[in-house]
């Protein structure tokens, strides 16, 4: 397989910028497999399509403000960080909430003559970093210092929320809201786990009263999921870590409906990453799984998402789910009918025919 197998054409006008005025009402492109027959709906009709059951099983990781702008120490020089993830087992979490210096972390670094080790960084709210590590492909190994009692108190008022590049406007005050789910919790996310954004605590309500069973489990999402695939066979692109933890009881309730022929369906691609790299033997992992057509799916039964980016990994994902030739093809209908792309955008549900 090679890059271009998954590229499509798409109008940038069709690229969201922001969310719409109710989380609930976008349009559901909704798609059968294996014949790939779709049909036409809104948003608000998903629960009268789900059976009374299944687990519907969501990411609650929270987007944390990691984009941070600030100077190079000295000479003034422009310089910017992503917070990734502690560079040690610590969990994330603790760490954001202990204090600024106590561990190391891996961020992205970006800067006209990059960064070297010993070279200091400012930023707002008297949060520094001290470069420790050249790690490569834009990685670098960071300290902090703060004033301020934990890092997270530090980068809520130093960073942004870190939109995907493909939004060209700048973070507004609604983003905070938006561009987390109603039932984010578990910090330690630099992209929303965009497929829950749709949901509402009526939707979660409706849900329950329909007899869904709905359970959660986290992963980081981390900012591989904005990166392109390098032109090439895709067997040679290499995912990014990013951090998971699934409970006991959520993974003994999948077991039990999968023991029973209850369905299991996953609010986006990163449930989807999760439930396919459970290990046996824990319950928090980290996986860099890269899921591709022919991959076997173990867990997973249906799925809900939005639309991806042309030649991602996610759309990588996607064609594995529901085959290839039938995902461009509900591509393309969507984008024949103007659907809404990408974080802010429309969504599409692929179950069984």
């Known amino acids: 397989m090679h890059t271009d197998d998954f590229d499509f054409s798409l109008p940038p006008e069709l690229i969201a910028q922001g969310p719409l005025a109710d989380r609930d009402a976008s349009r559901l492109l909704h798609v059968r497999r294996p014949s790939g027959r779709v049909q036409h709906r809104s948003f608000r009709e998903l629960p009268a399509l789900l059976r009374a059951g299944d687990v519907l099983v969501f990411n609650d990781s929270r987007v944390i403000p990691a984009r941070l702008l600030g100077k190079k120490k000295g000479s003034g020089g422009k310089a910017e960080l992503l917070l990734i993830r502690p560079s040690t087992d610590v969990d994330t979490e603790a760490a954001l909430k202990a204090q600024a210096g106590g561990t190391v972390w891996t961020c992205l670094g970006q800067s006209s003559k990059g960064f070297r080790p010993g070279m200091e960084l400012e930023f707002d709210a008297g949060l520094t970093a001290t470069v420790l590590e050249a790690a490569g492909g834009g990685e670098y190994r960071v300290k902090f210092t703060s004033p301020m009692a934990t890092l997270e108190e530090a980068i809520a008022r130093a960073g942004k929320l870190p939109l995907p590049p493909y939004i060209t406007r700048d973070v507004e005050l609604s983003d905070a809201e938006r561009y987390q ?19 509402t605590e009526g939707t979660l309500a409706e849900l329950a009263a329909r007899g869904v069973e709905v359970r959660f489990v986290s992963l980081e999402v981390g900012p591989g999921t904005f990166l392109p695939v390098r032109e090439g066979p895709v067997a040679e692109h290499k995912m990014h870590e990013e951090r998971a933890r699934i409970s006991p009881e959520t993974w003994a309730a999948i077991v039990r409906a999968k023991a029973e022929q209850r369905r299991v369906i996953a609010v986006g691609t990163t449930v989807v990453r999760t439930l396919e790299s459970v290990p046996a033997d824990r319950a928090h992992f980290a996986t860099s799984i890269f899921i591709t057509p022919g991959f076997q799916f173990r867990v997973v039964d249906a799925l809900f998402t939005n639309f991806h980016l042309p030649k991602s990994t996610l759309v990588m994902l ?14 393309a209908e969507a984008i024949r009918e103007q659907y809404r792309f990408f974080s802010y955008g429309d969504a599409m549900f692929i179950e069984a025919d």
């Open 318 to 331: 996607v064609s594995a789910f529901l085959g290839r030739e039938q995902t461009l093809a509900a591509y």
């Open 181 to 199: 789910t109603v039932f984010s919790r578990r910090v330690g996310s630099v992209a929303a786990p965009t497929a829950g954004l749709h949901f």
